[in-house]
């Protein structure tokens, strides 16, 4: 092992303190070893406590849901981050323009809550939208609307109806 000295001086009446490291090629591999592993699994565990992936048991809401029914068609392909949700939502009902858009929103309680930007006939659109998770797929929310700063909302979120029974289920 490598000793380490101690060593006084005097100067200006303060002590200066220095220690002396006596060589031992041996140990600084050991040392510098040591050093290089712990600062590796550091990197290692900050990288996965940092990570965004689902946490354990829970299932994400992200990917492909799809209804259709006598030529009416509705196409959703969601991405999740934690409670937030985005992706493309496409509504083509028979006898009327398409509508195809972006969705941005958040996951609480089993309800995406978000916005619905969508171009119809050549103009842009802002409407509130509010899917309902089931074990058969989501449910979209539909009640009373009203204009709101350029954009469509709800007027009582608490009152939508889930029971049309258009559900689009997860391919």
Known sequence: MASLMLIL???????????????NKGFMRIVFKGFFYMLGLGCCLTAACNSASPEAGKDTIAGEYLFQSEGDTINMALQQQKDSVFGDLKYAFSGKDRNIGKITGLLKDSLITGEYSFVSEGVTSVRQVVFRLTE???????GEIEES?????FSDIDHLSFDHGMILKKK
């Open 9 to 23: 001086d005097r100067r200006n009446r303060f002590f200066d303190y220095k220690i002396l490291m006596y060589s």
């Open 149 to 153: 700063n350029g954009k469509m909302v």
């Open 136 to 142: 058969q797929g989501l449910v979209e929310g539909y």
